[in-house]
């Protein structure tokens, strides 16, 4: 059974920064691509970051500069290090694809 647990939410004032983490099992994460999604009130999931298994990285225009991802493939692990937060950075995040696997950590920034 594959099971995806996120963490390290939390509230912030805008600038701040956070250090999700997504620890996985039930699949091979070496060989996986993994990703950082958020869906917030009313809005879609939407595709946030992803990292490749050969470690190749993607990020939406909204958070390029200032997020970055990375795996640990020992610990099964993928991080989201999330700086120079904004108040539009507010959202659930999940790291699977449809924003319902696991039970998401919640971000929220105010201004």
């Known amino acids: 059974e594959v099971q995806l647990v996120e963490s390290g939410g939390g509230s912030l004032q805008a600038g701040g920064s956070l250090r999700l983490s997504c620890t996985s099992s039930g699949f091979s994460f070496d060989d996986s691509n993994m990703g950082w999604y958020r869906q917030a009130p009313g809005n879609e999931c939407e595709l946030v970051s992803t990292?490749?298994?050969?470690?190749?990285?993607y990020y939406a225009d909204s958070v390029k500069g200032r997020f970055t991802i990375s795996r640990d493939n020992a610990k099964n692990t993928v991080y989201l290090q999330m700086n120079s937060l904004k108040p539009e950075d507010t959202a659930v995040y999940y790291c699977d694809p449809a924003c319902s696997w696991g039970q998401g950590t919640q971000v929220t920034v105010s201004s």
């Open positions: 990292i490749s298994s050969d470690g190749s990285t």
